[in-house]
């Protein structure tokens, strides 16, 4: 009895030391296998959609921390401060900075430099009703892929547009009662449209009949305008001699008007002047006139008088193409998005208003001109 006792025994204590030296090896074959598993990549490794959509995130996580690495990763300030950047951007290095845009289409997907086949040269804007759209549809037409398109819509009308072809690839800016000079002062800043090299701002009540895009810009460099417009039909609607075209050249530059109305041959309405209903700008001439447009001043009046203070010799640089002329049809559909008011019309107001800011703008600039000669007089 008792041998058979002692055999038991020591028969549990072999099964209990083979127990602890498995477990062992398997904690050391568990470490090793770990550590050697740390090493595999997951680039090779094909997962099922819900696992490898974790490691997507863990992926962009370890992208994040790789990014992050720069010269001052261990938590130094970087000390930069570029007094030649743009303003507000001297913290930043100047390979990083972009200061200019512009209104070309990207895509969603694929390489941002293969996004464009093909970058407009000019940006045309019109500031538009839908009451006119069959109008400007036949006005987009004279204007090739050369031009980028954007579209005001003063009345809010804008998915109607569709129809066109054009529209799809079209800019559209939809703020109600607002007039192009209002629009162009927020939309259309130097940096933005820097990429254009000519900015046309014209009416939407235009006809286009003999006028193609492509050959006024031909003419336009021939010529060396930096700010000018087409000829218009003299024998429709009022108008200034200078803008009225000419059957006998292709571009003019000065006129003559009723006696005593010019006092210098070339300033305007003789010479350096056209008028705001179809103007069109080069790109460096657009940086002046932009700021120039008064913030508060909506119609534009009187700034056609003030265009020759953005170029210089403002007499040859600004001008009227009379081969490629144009139709005002002087169609006041703006004045119906006034407010009648004591009695009058809503027209009756908007022409107002127009009148008083003509008088507004002139008074400021005479104003700043006083201020600017008095202090380099002091100096």
Known sequence: MGTSHRSGFLKKTNDGGRLIITTFIGVLIGYFVGRSFQSVSFSKIHLPTSISTSFDIAGKEENINQISESPFSNGSSPRIYVSTNPR??????????????DFFLRRL???PSEDLKKKPKYLLTITVGLNQKKNIDRMVKKFSEDFQIMLFHYDGQTSQWDEFEWSKSAIHVSIRRQTKWWYAKRFLHPDVVAAYEYIFIWDEDLGVEHFNGDKYMELVKKHGLDIS??????????????????????????TEEKPGWCSDPHLPPCAAFVEIMAPVFSREAWRCVWHMIQNDLVHGWGLDFALRRCVEPAHEKIGVVDSQWIIHQ???SLGSQGQAENGKAPWEGVRARCKNEWSLFQNRLANADKAYLEEIGNR
């Open 109 to 111: 997907w694929g390489e």
């Open 229 to 254: 417009q087409p000829g218009l039909e003299p024998n429709n609607g009022l108008t200034w001699q200078m803008t009225k075209r000419r059957g006998d050249q292709e571009v003019h530059k000065v």
């Open 330 to 332: 002087v169609i006041p």
């Open 88 to 101: 507000g951007a001297e913290l930043l290095p100047p390979g990083i900075v972009v200061s200019e845009s």
